[in-house]
């Protein structure tokens, strides 16, 4: 089974908010992140990217500055192999 790892973006540097993952829901503005191990969190924000080789979520915190919008708007490119 794969985990995955989140991390928030903020001001250009990724942080790890939480580990082993096994769901996520997405509600209007808001990213329901549960693992088996610890306490459902809510985070107000936007996923900008998934590394499904390297089980990593990328989130941007709602209402970012312009800056970290266009990178996550240039960092949306993914490659899928299949």
Aim: a neutral charge; charged letters at 35%.
């Amino acid at each position: 089974m794969c985990q995955a790892k989140i991390f928030l973006l903020e001001n250009g540097q990724e942080k790890e908010i939480m580990k082993d993952v096994v769901e996520i829901d997405i509600k209007e503005d808001e990213i329901v992140l549960k693992s088996f191990f610890a306490e459902p969190k809510t985070i107000k924000g936007e996923i900008v990217s998934i590394d499904f080789l390297k089980s990593k979520v990328t989130i941007k915190p709602k209402g970012g500055s312009p800056n970290e919008r266009n990178r996550a708007e240039t960092s949306k490119a993914t490659t899928c192999m299949g």
